[in-house]
């Protein structure tokens, strides 16, 4: 009840009296353990990076995540690795050891990029380094280049490598938990932090607890506990819950678990869906997507979430269970107004189904300042068919950034269905999809330019698409 | 082996990759008693504080102190201009620090600033230059640098061009934010950590502040996360915070920003604006310029007036321009204090004369490197067209050669011939004749994608305008086993300092590179130092601990002559050994000559002064020679721009850059690469706003973004100038902190060359900082002009 236990550099810990907002950075600084440093407290930028081990066939994995973002109580049965726990006395890791040769210049977010490198290092299977594990790791000095070359200078662990000869283990069992630290004078309310281990253990809590806070990868609520000091007595850590966890593949749909992660989800979906494939990269960074799930990104229901807009393009549906079932709810219908869904009091997402087949032709688009881990500013998810004559037969536009809810463009659609795939109908439709919907101006795009935006990227989709199909 | 000039890893690389590097805030732990401080931050931009009511505080479980105006014993403020009020009465913009709280957790100092009790009284608030110049607010002196009859030179040139164009200002975003860690020891002595580049003035401020003569405080800062030019001045206020919280207190105090408060309490790169008018003949040769700067100061002085000398001094970048009259004001704002960063003023009058340099060549219809490369400085007497090398002044016998090497403020441009130098060297490594054709046929097979090419120079000149702050002292300790501490004023930011001050260290005692220990930078070891800063930390420093070294080098050679029975000037110190030019292979070790001068009562430890030779400057009349030497460099970049969203990115950079003889080109290389993507950021996606009530709109890593590894040029070559030795700098090294910069105005140039190719000619506006929604919008207008012209 009053303690977590959890295994840090391969050392049993146990830790009571700590405040179950704390995050893992915050207690590591705590412990002398400074390695690990607070750059932007939201995610942003990595130099808070720690490793988790998580569960990988019979043996386990090594995932980079945001510390920052990381609850202490969530690391309950845990195994967690920090940069001090790289090195082997005063021998360096080979990763710290490539990052010598001009990869820190401050070395402020140093210890952040050799823990990403080193979650990618020990990827099993790992061919050539693939950057996109450095996507959530910001550098202000040295212009990337050298870490890079650094990245790329890396071989195969060696076999007596402690780290990899751990991974030939299986992951501690993560057990369902109730946490609730005794009452101090510096933590002066009752706090409690459950993780149930099944869904009926969940809703046997939520029914005390009924204002309880649902936690799945925590990569947007511990940003509002960071940044808006937001609290909440009862949070309930979703993230070992096995009925969320579904990963299936049917004739009639694929279904994915709500609280899988989206690297999870990509890793097991191997570019099979070719419209996700394209657009996992550019959700948010690899630190962010070791955490993240669809059930949260959908959850949140913010307009310029990057999961609506494809998944409003395959169509897909939501499974919503609650205490008295389950009932599906298609997405388009799911969010209601501003940050508003569809789900019910004790109601959750317990998956995301998407329909087959597929729709042959798909794209994403993503308007953002930056290319690699920025919030969109329109955002675009087009799936269509095409007849033999070359008439849309079936078309869905997902969108995010226009209205204050993702929305599908329904008139858009409409206007395109059954018309030849050619520069007239674009023409048409591009009119249509700008009147359509009325963006705002913030200071990630004007109203003009999201306006502009809707109708080229329409037209962007049909200057990339074959004039004939195959 | 030489130690000067090898490449070798940052000094503290190991330390930065284990974690085990110590930044101000991680000696927390240390201090288990620190008590935590919070701001209470105003929410307007501009107000009378009415009533200030800290008593609620108190009531938070863990809040021990708040502090106010009332607590300072010695002056509320933390400026040297005295503008800056560290608990003020009026606040001055939004977000401003009006007291703080400590406590014995972050979070119950954070309860406790929420109940400290305000009101305020509103006021009229200006947020913008255009309001600034309306209502005439302005602060500091009018600058103004003026040559020859510019008026005269416009009613008589060919061509005249007018325009205007706004800069964007930039946050630092160094990793680490401030901090600082205060504590009072038995003799009320104030130790304070503080992540600042500046620890003498941190000093002065914090005794300033509590009315404590300097000797009673000392600063030390072990290292930086990134200062950028954020930590010169503006680290101040939170030391004094802290150190005013431990005097009362006598408990350690901590003060760490998180980055909503450090973006919104610190002070940012300025926003300029400028407007000009050009005359300029056919060829596209400059006949006279009059353009005037006005920079977002912000709230307070702080070091605007020196950033706005700056940027007069570079609006020629690298360009003989004979006519020329620069104007300059820096306008008062209820904006947080814009302060120094990287480039210092610099790079807003670079990208101006660039921006002014492209629309006289598309104007022409000319090539921008062809115009460019016919304005440079150049020698004395030569010139693009022959009449030009010359002239008869009216009432003299014989015509006089133009002063073609001579900038708008009277210093001589040396080594000029290095501008023409290295573009060609680039121009051909770069191969750009060759792909200016490719990206022309690329253009022409892409209706919706285009691509561009720029080739930019960048002249930046070296040493603190103020010549006062060209000084620097060291000091040298040898222990008797012949291990070395180095002392010296600079500070460690990343940028190297220290590795830098380690290799001139060795290479001047002729010891090994593992002997020498840096020490961390604390005013008790050498005072009344300068900021590390204007780039200029290893030429200043590295003079300083070279003298120092030099002076026990020449105390160890008599020692070693006596033993080996020759004249002190033959004796040679080489890799931590000691030998006569006559017998080589008769070798003492450095220890037993060490030992040796112990024994014969020979000090074994100096202290090292340097001064910049040379330097003079006009302040009112802006005339003189302000700076030691000019850094040279040119930067190729080619980019390709989607025309549906404005999307781009940066397909190849080729760089060459002067950094004398490198005296650690890992180092420099870093220093060029890193410095290029930082000013690629400001001028591409880096997009500081404020709202309409004055807050910063983008106070948050997920609204201001930072280049990441996307914005990693596909192809990156850099490429040191060699054979480059600079006289009377240490080892012949020159400065490389900022320069490099500015290399990346070629890629908004790129950008600009792209969006160009949506059209059909003539000028292109493109506003700064070229986002997607920028260019997207550039490319329209051009668009628009086709359709206008009915093509």
């Known amino acids: 009840m009053g303690e977590i236990g959890f295994w840090l550099n391969g050392q049993k810990v146990q830790v009571a009296g700590v405040d179950p907002h704390t995050t893992v950075l915050a207690w590591l600084r705590q412990q002398g353990l400074t390695g690990s440093k607070e750059g932007c407290a939201e995610g942003e930028c990595g130099a808070c990076a720690v490793l988790l081990l998580r569960p990988d066939g019979s043996g386990s994995r090594l995932e980079a995540v945001n510390g920052c973002l990381l609850l202490l109580s969530s690391l309950a049965g845990q195994e967690v690795w920090t940069v001090e726990g790289l090195a082997r006395g005063k021998a360096l890791h080979p990763v710290q050891e490539a990052m010598l040769q001009g990869g820190s210049q401050c070395g402020y977010c140093t210890p952040g990029f050799v823990v990403s490198m080193a979650a990618e290092y020990y990827r099993k299977g790992r061919q050539e380094f693939d950057l996109e594990a450095l996507s959530g790791n910001l550098c202000r000095c040295t212009g990337y280049r050298p870490i890079k070359a650094a990245a790329f200078s890396l071989g195969q662990p060696p076999e007596h490598d402690p780290l990899a000869r751990r991974l030939a283990q299986p992951a501690p069992v993560v057990e369902s938990l109730d946490y609730s630290p005794s009452v101090t004078s510096t933590l002066p309310q009752a706090q409690r932090f459950f993780r149930p281990g099944s869904l009926r253990e969940l809703f046997q809590i939520q029914a005390e607890h009924p204002s309880a806070k649902l936690v799945a990868g925590g990569t947007d609520w511990v940003v509002e506990v960071n940044q808006r000091f937001a609290r909440a007595p009862v949070q309930i850590d979703l993230g070992h819950l096995p009925e969320l966890q579904s990963l299936s593949w049917t004739h009639e749909y694929v279904e994915i678990g709500a609280g899988v992660t989206l690297s999870e989800a990509e890793r097991w979906l191997q570019g099979r869906i070719p419209l996700l494939a394209e657009w996992f990269p550019r959700f948010a960074s690899r630190l962010i997507r070791n955490r993240a799930t669809f059930g949260g990104n959908l959850g949140t229901a913010s307009p310029i979430g990057d999961s609506p807009p494809v998944l409003l393009a395959l169509g897909a549906s939501l499974v919503l269970v609650s205490a008295s079932g389950e009932r599906e709810v298609a997405l388009e219908h799911f969010f209601t107004a501003y940050r508003q869904t569809a789900l019910r009091p004790g109601e959750l997402i317990k998956a995301v189904r998407i329909p087959l087949p597929l729709l042959p032709e798909s794209c994403f688009y993503k308007v953002s300042k930056r290319p690699m881990d920025d919030i969109s500013t329109v955002a675009m998810g087009i799936a269509m068919q095409r007849s033999s004559t070359g008439r849309v037969e079936a078309i869905r536009i997902g969108l995010g950034g226009v209205a204050a809810t993702p929305v599908r463009a329904y008139q858009t659609e409409a206007a395109l269905l059954g018309q030849p795939w050619e520069e007239s109908s674009l023409r048409k439709a591009a009119q249509v999809l700008k009147a359509e919907f009325k963006p705002i101006d913030d200071h990630r795009g004007s109203a003009a330019y999201r306006t502009a935006m809707l109708g080229n990227l329409l037209w962007k989709f049909y200057t990339e698409t074959p004039e004939v199909l195959a | ?791």
């Open chain 2, 1 to 791: 082996m030489k130690a000067v000039g090898k490449a070798i890893p940052h000094e503290s690389a190991r330390e930065h990759v284990t974690g085990r590097a110590l930044y101000t805030d991680d000696l927390l732990p240390r201090y288990p008693q620190a008590l935590h401080a919070w701001p209470v931050q105003a929410p307007h931009a501009h107000a009378r504080i009415l009533r200030l009511d800290t008593t609620p505080a108190y009531a938070v479980p863990g809040v021990v102190r708040v502090l106010s105006a009332s607590d300072v014993p010695g002056l509320n403020d933390t400026g040297l201009k005295q503008d800056e009020p560290l608990f003020p009465t009026e606040v001055m913009y939004y977000g401003q620090a009006v007291c703080w709280v400590l406590a014995e957790t972050e979070e119950a100092a954070r309860l406790g600033a929420a109940q400290v009790a305000l009101e305020y009284q509103p006021l009229p608030a200006i947020l913008s230059i255009w309001q600034a110049i309306q209502q005439g607010s302005f602060q500091g002196a009018t600058l103004h640098a003026r040559r020859g009859n510019p008026e005269q030179a416009l009613a008589a040139s060919p061509r005249v061009l007018e325009g205007e164009l706004e800069l964007g200002g930039q946050e630092h975003f160094y990793l680490e934010t401030h901090a600082a860690l205060a504590v009072l020891d038995e003799a009320d002595h104030l130790l304070v950590h503080a992540s600042t580049q500046h620890p003498s003035e941190t000093q002065e401020i914090v005794a300033q502040v509590l009315g404590l003569p300097r000797n009673r405080v000392t600063v030390q800062c072990v290292r930086m996360g990134g200062g950028f030019g954020g930590k010169e001045v503006q680290a101040n206020p939170y030391a004094a915070v802290a150190a005013l919280g431990a005097y009362l207190t006598r408990r350690p105090v901590r003060v760490r920003l998180n980055r909503l408060q450090d973006i919104t309490l610190a002070g940012k790169r300025h926003p300029f604006y400028a407007r000009w008018k050009v005359g300029f003949s056919e060829d596209g040769l400059l006949h006279a310029l009059q353009m005037e700067l006005y920079s977002d100061g912000g709230w307070s002085q702080d070091l605007s007036e020196p950033v706005l000398a700056r940027a007069v001094c570079h609006a020629d970048n690298a360009y003989y321009i004979p006519h020329m009259d620069v104007k300059g004001r820096v306008c008062k704002t209820h904006k947080t204090s814009q302060t120094a960063f990287r480039g210092f003023g610099g790079p807003q009058g670079m990208v101006f004369i660039e921006e002014v340099m492209d629309r006289v060549a598309r104007s022409l219809g000319l090539p921008p490197e062809v115009v460019r490369e016919r304005n440079f400085y150049r020698a004395e007497g030569t010139g693009h067209r022959a009449e030009e090398s010359h002239i008869l002044k009216p009432g003299a016998q014989s015509p006089e050669p133009v002063p073609h090497s001579t900038t708008h403020y009277g210093q001589v441009v040396k080594d000029v011939e290095r501008i023409r130098l290295i573009w060609d060297e680039l121009k051909a490594s770069a191969d750009f004749e060759r792909r200016r054709l490719e990206v022309a046929r690329y253009n022409d097979q892409n209706p919706h994608r285009k691509r561009g090419l720029a080739i930019t120079p960048v002249k930046f000149g070296i040493s603190f305008n103020l010549t006062a702050f060209n000084q620097a002292g060291a000091l040298v300790l040898v222990y008797q086993d012949g291990s070395v501490q180095v002392n010296h004023g600079g500070t460690e930011m990343g940028q190297g300092l220290h590795t830098k001050m380690m290799q001139v260290a060795a290479q001047t005692l002729g010891v090994l590179l593992e002997s020498i220990r840096l020490m961390p930078t604390r005013t008790d070891k050498v005072p009344n130092t300068s900021a590390t800063a204007a780039s200029t930390g290893a030429d200043l420093n590295g003079g300083a601990v070279r003298d120092a070294c030099e002076k026990i080098k020449a105390r160890l050679a008599g020692v070693a002559a006596q033993k080996l029975g020759v004249h002190p000037a033959d004796v040679v110190f080489e890799d931590g050994q000691v030998w006569s030019l006559w017998k080589p292979e008769e070798r003492l070790g450095f220890v037993e000559v060490v030992r040796a001068a112990y024994a014969q009562r020979v000090q074994l430890f100096a202290d090292g002064f340097y001064r910049t030779p040379g330097l003079h400057w006009d302040k009112t009349r802006m005339w003189g020679k302000p700076f030691h030497y000019f850094a040279f460099g040119a930067a190729v970049s080619e980019v390709e721009v989607d025309g549906f969203t404005g999307q781009y990115r940066l397909r190849r950079v080729d760089i060459l850059h002067d950094v004398g003889d490198s005296l650690s080109p890992l180092v420099d290389l870093g220093q060029v690469e890193g410095g290029f993507i930082q000013g690629m950021g400001w001028l591409t996606l880096e997009d500081l706003r404020w709202d309409a009530k004055g807050q910063v709109a983008t106070r948050t890593a997920s609204s201001y973004k930072l280049p990441s590894f996307s914005e990693l040029p596909e192809v990156f070559n850099v490429r040191l100038l060699p054979r480059a030795t600079e006289p009377g700098v240490v080892y012949g090294s020159k400065a490389v902190g900022e320069p490099p910069l500015m290399l990346a105005i070629s890629v908004r140039e790129a950008l600009r060359d792209a969006v160009a190719a949506f059209g059909r000619g003539g000028i292109v506006e493109l506003a700064s900082p070229a986002t997607p929604e920028a260019v997207y919008w550039a490319i329209e207008k051009v668009r628009e002009r086709i359709l206008v012209s009915g093509d």
